[in-house]
């Protein structure tokens, strides 16, 4: 119904930068909030980021200030801009959707992307 599909993630130094982006397709009638998980080798899968249809974002304490989710919405799509990396930020990100469906434009569910890698070593 909904499928997304994320940029490659990749080998980053400590202190460097990445972008990941996540496009929703398919079935589409309205989508809410986008965000990002992501979740370390032995650990729970933890919030990384979020925004809303209008624009407000939330963000893990552990990520304020280095990282920045946006969305455009004409293209379905959500980003997070990654920089001042640390080796801590090593995980495997994923893209979550809220969205409705034509045929059922009343139930939001959550979708989900099938993450990619992000490892911060030097």
């Known amino acids: 119904q909904v499928r997304l599909v994320e940029s490659e993630g990749g080998l980053v130094q400590p202190g460097g930068s990445l972008r990941l982006s996540c496009a929703a397709s398919g079935s589409i009638f309205s989508i809410y909030t986008m965000g990002w998980y992501r979740q370390a080798p032995g650990k729970q899968r933890e919030l990384v980021a979020t925004?809303?249809?209008?624009?407000?974002?939330d963000y893990a304490d552990s990520v304020k200030g280095r990282f920045t989710i946006s969305r455009d919405n004409a293209k379905n799509t959500v980003y997070l801009q990654m920089n001042s990396l640390k080796p801590e930020d090593t995980a495997v990100y994923y893209c979550?959707?809220?969205?409705?469906?034509?045929?059922?434009?009343?139930?939001?569910?959550?979708?989900w992307g099938r993450g990619t890698q992000v490892t911060v070593s030097s």
């Open positions: 979550n959707v809220q969205a409705t469906v034509l045929h059922d434009r009343t139930t939001r569910r959550n979708y």
């Open positions: 925004i809303i249809s209008g624009g407000s974002t």
